[in-house]
T-cell receptor, first 113, second 114 residues
């Protein structure tokens, strides 16, 4: 059974730092991997989607990488800002499970001004 | 541009009561799903639908029913509320599950069962 893990559960860094969030999964037979952002009391916003054949995706200050063989993905945030404070979740999609998303529990990120 | 709309935003129920959580999307998405989110855990899939008239169970379907009579609407029914169903419920949609489209989420329904 696929399991998705995000460590650490919480992270606090000063404004302006570059940072990396981690996501690991146990079964490399994934269809794609997505990173989402969740603000308090709100729904989830899709940030980046990486297909299984891709190595990375970029959007502005965000860069997500995927290494299927090692079961890992990272979300790199450059020049962090207080507005980046949120919970970041990753989820993998599996073909064998009718493309259902399997979710990590998230990393709560706080950017200190 | 409404996206995915969930109602109500908050609800308190007594054990044994029933209710329907509403979800509507205006993006002509085929794939819709319901998740629950509990503290310290990832989202868990309750039910999903790949198109009007087609529904299937997810990871935690017990105690919930769904139907999909139109492309736009995907209501979730709690049959007899239990305290274990206290959670935040999210509805999501995408064009089609199998082509790697990002999912769009509603703002959630916060449900408390007393």
């Amino acid at each position: 059974k696929q399991e998705v893990t995000q460590i650490p559960a919480a992270l606090s860094v000063p404004e302006g730092e570059n940072l990396v969030l981690n996501c690991s999964f146990t079964d490399s037979a994934i269809y794609n991997l997505q990173w989402f952002r969740q603000d308090p009391g709100k729904g989830l916003t899709s940030l980046l989607l990486i297909q299984s054949s891709q190595r990375e995706q970029t959007s502005g200050r965000l860069n997500a990488s995927l290494d299927k063989s090692s079961g890992r993905s990272t979300l790199y945030i450059a020049a962090s800002q207080p507005g980046d404070s949120a919970t970041y979740l990753c989820a993998v999609s599996e073909m064998d499970s009718n493309y259902q998303l399997i979710w990590g529990a998230g990393t709560k990120l706080i950017i200190k001004p | 541009n409404a996206g995915v709309t969930q109602t109500p935003k908050f609800q308190v129920l007594k054990t044994g009561q029933s209710m329907t959580l509403q979800c509507a999307q205006d993006m002509n998405h085929e794939y819709m799903s319901w998740y629950r989110q509990d503290p310290g855990m990832g989202l868990r899939l309750i039910h999903y639908s790949v198109g009007a008239g087609i529904t299937d169970q997810g990871e935690v379907p017990n105690g919930y029913n769904v139907s999909r009579s139109t492309t736009e609407d995907f209501p979730l029914r709690l049959l007899s509320a239990a305290p274990s169903q206290t959670s935040v419920y999210f509805c999501a949609s995408s064009y089609f599950a199998g082509v790697g489209q990002p999912q769009h989420f509603g703002d959630g329904t916060r449900l408390s069962i007393l």
